[in-house]
């Protein structure tokens, strides 16, 4: 499965941006979804996962109750709203698909990766 992600911007401390990850070339609903980013000079880190169906969902503990994570599979796109943004999300987002069987949180057990989005939080 080839995925895209997009939405990224900037935007100001406290504003809203939704991203965006199209699927293609493969089923999309056998696939569990994590979103991750990378801020410069950092290790890439997990912010959010959806369960193949969407019913379930994790989160990081720096984004929980300001992202929201979702996918629509008849539309093979995953979202990333991300609300109350604060300067420190700055970072490059990705998304990142797995068929492994569970919800998982590292990194290098997603197989199939998108290029990145940039999100910029001005203070």
């Known amino acids: 499965v080839q995925l895209q992600a997009s939405g990224g911007g900037l935007v100001q401390a406290e504003g809203s941006l939704r991203l965006s990850c199209a699927a293609s070339g493969g089923t999309f609903s056998r696939y569990i979804v994590g979103w991750f980013r990378q801020a410069p000079g950092k290790e890439r880190e997990f912010v959010a996962a959806t369960s193949r169906s969407g019913s379930s969902t994790k989160y990081a503990e720096a984004v929980k109750v300001r992202f929201t994570i979702s996918r629509d599979n008849a539309k093979n796109t995953a979202y990333l709203q991300m609300n109350s943004l604060k300067p420190e999300d700055k970072a490059v987002y990705y998304c990142?698909?797995?068929?492994?069987?569970?919800?998982?949180?590292?990194?290098?057990?997603?197989?199939?990766w998108g290029r990145g989005t940039l999100v910029t939080v001005s203070s």
């Open positions: 990142a698909a797995t068929a492994y069987p569970t919800m998982i949180l590292d990194a290098r057990l997603y197989n199939y």
